[in-house]
């Protein structure tokens, strides 16, 4: 079945990039759309973006100005970068799968198991 | 942006009993093209990623007890937990992709009581 795993750091220093990336494994990333969701420490979910394997983007316009997500076809990996980090970022940052039906992305049904990402200053 | 507002906020039921959750959006979430609410629902344990539940407001993942239920369109939705187990205390999310960006609600804690 397919899975994601995250890899990146886990402590990243206040006006920096935080850069993710999200390995696809036991299936294709094709006809799927990508997307980052992180979750701060006792919070709830906050969307960043998604991306489609052509490589269009959407991104949550709260982050949009310091938002990037990328897909490597040849890989099966898609990435984020967050720039100019503040501690207001530091989270859980999953990586998910999104089904597509006809109209656009449908919901979250492959979820990878988080990484936490400190920002310190 | 559309937001996404459940209650309770938390909710403590007997073994057994039903558990209800309510979700309420600004907006309607209906899409027209093939009348369906864009609408799911996710259970996340501690420690866990989120699992989905409930998509298209009504219909169960493969692999979801059928003791879990999902009711409602236009704004209004409930996920239902027919008879709760030891196992579905959690905390519970439903979010919209009607549009982007996608939000979930804040979250519903349920305990067992």
């Known amino acids: 079945q397919v899975q994601l795993q995250e890899s990146g750091p886990g402590l990243v220093k206040s006006s920096e990039t935080l850069s993710l990336t999200c390995t696809v494994s036991g299936g294709s990333i094709g006809n799927y759309y990508w997307s980052w969701i992180r979750q701060p420490p006792g919070k709830g979910l906050e969307w960043i973006g998604y991306i489609y394997y052509t490589g269009s983007t959407n991104y949550n316009p709260s982050l949009k100005s310091r938002v990037s997500i990328s897909v490597d076809t040849s890989k099966n990996q898609f990435s984020l970068r967050l720039s100019s980090v503040t501690a207001a970022d530091t989270a859980v940052y999953y990586c998910?799968?999104?089904?597509?039906?006809?109209?656009?992305?449908?919901?979250?049904?492959?979820w990878g198991q988080g990484t936490m990402v400190t920002v310190s200053s | 942006d559309i937001v996404m507002t459940q209650s309770p906020d938390s909710l403590a039921v007997s073994l057994g009993e039903r558990a209800t959750i309510n979700c309420k959006s600004s907006?309607?979430?209906?899409?027209?093209?093939?009348?369906?609410?864009?609408l799911a629902w996710y259970q996340q344990k501690p420690g866990q990623p989120p699992k989905l539940l409930i998509f298209?407001?009504?219909t169960r993942e493969s692999g979801v007890p059928d003791r879990f239920s999902g009711s409602g369109s236009g704004t209004d939705f409930t996920l239902t937990i027919s008879s709760l187990q030891a196992e579905d205390v959690a905390v519970y999310y439903c979010q919209q992709y009607y549009s982007t960006p996608q939000t979930f609600g804040q979250g519903t804690k349920l305990e067992m009581k």
């Open positions: 998910v799968r999104i089904r597509r039906y006809s109209g656009g992305p449908d919901a979250s049904d492959i």
């Open positions: 907006q309607s979430l209906l899409y027209t093209s093939n009348n369906k609410n864009c």
């Open positions: 298209w407001a009504s």
